[in-house]
T-cell receptor
Framework: GNSVTQMEGPVTLSEEAFLTINCTYTATGYPSLFWYVQYPGEGLQLLLKATKADDKGSNKGFEATYRKETTSFHLEKGSVQVSDSAVYFCALLISSGSARQLTFGSGTQLTVLP | EPEVTQTPSHQVTQMGQEVILRCVPISNHLYFYWYRQILGQKVEFLVSFYNNEISEKSEIFDDQFSVERPDGSNFTLKIRSTKLEDSAMYFC???????????FGEGSRLTVL
């Protein structure tokens, strides 16, 4: 079946530190890959995505590259800010007939300290 | 900016009671979803809904669960007789087309005592 494994949290960093949150996946076929973010008190928001191998998704200084050879989609940011404190979810999407569903990782809590 | 809205934000109920969670998807969207996240665990797919019927459901979505689009704007999730293990955050989501971005609501936290 399809699954996503994420680096366990919580992760605590100082402002301007480098961030990596690891994500690997198992999937039948060729999934699209996503990172979602959940800020405190808010819903899940799409942060970035990549739909095929070697694609790089980027947004708000975050980047992730779809690596088919290592089945990975690690999230990185060069310099985190306090406002990046949130829970980050890696997810994959496999088309399934007329319906589609996301498979999520367990989420990684990030806290950035000033 | 259009958004998916969910009510209530938090509901506390006794085991065995019926609960209805409400969602108002973005108005021109056609595909609707419910997901749930038990505290500390993964976000899990429950059900997808298109063209006034369920398109797919997970093994979690048993006979105790039902979904409805009663009036063309609301999309509801009903749990007929809640169990302790139904305590979770329930997320509604919608998308305009089969390949569009999925937009999530803020979630409804259900606590079953």
């Amino acid at each position: 079946g399809n699954s996503v494994t994420q680096m366990e949290g919580p992760v605590t960093l100082s402002e301007e530190a480098f961030l990596t949150i690891n994500c690997t996946y198992t999937a039948t076929g060729y999934p699209s890959l996503f990172w979602y973010v959940q800020y405190p008190g808010e819903g899940l928001q799409l942060l970035l995505k990549a739909t095929k191998a070697d694609d790089k998704g980027s947004n708000k200084g975050f980047e992730a590259t779809y690596r088919k050879e290592t089945t990975s989609f690690h999230l990185e940011k060069g310099s985190v800010q306090v406002s990046d404190s949130a829970v980050y979810f890696c997810a994959l999407l496999i088309s399934s007939g007329s319906a589609r569903q996301l498979t999520f990782g367990s989420g990684t809590q990030l806290t950035v300290l000033p | 900016e259009p958004e998916v809205t969910q009510t209530p934000s938090h509901q506390v109920t006794q085991m065995g009671q019926e609960v209805i969670l409400r969602c108002v998807p973005i108005s021109n969207h056609l595909y609707f979803y419910w997901y749930r996240q038990i505290l500390g665990q993964k976000v899990e797919f429950l059900v997808s809904f298109y063209n006034n019927e369920i398109s797919e459901k997970s093994e979690i979505f048993d006979d105790q669960f039902s979904v409805e689009r009663p009036d063309g704007s609301n999309f509801t999730l009903k749990i007929r007789s809640t169990k302790l293990e139904d305590s979770a955050m329930y997320f509604c989501a919608s998308r305009a087309g089969a390949a569009g971005e999925l937009f999530f609501g803020e979630g409804s936290r259900l606590t079953v005592l």
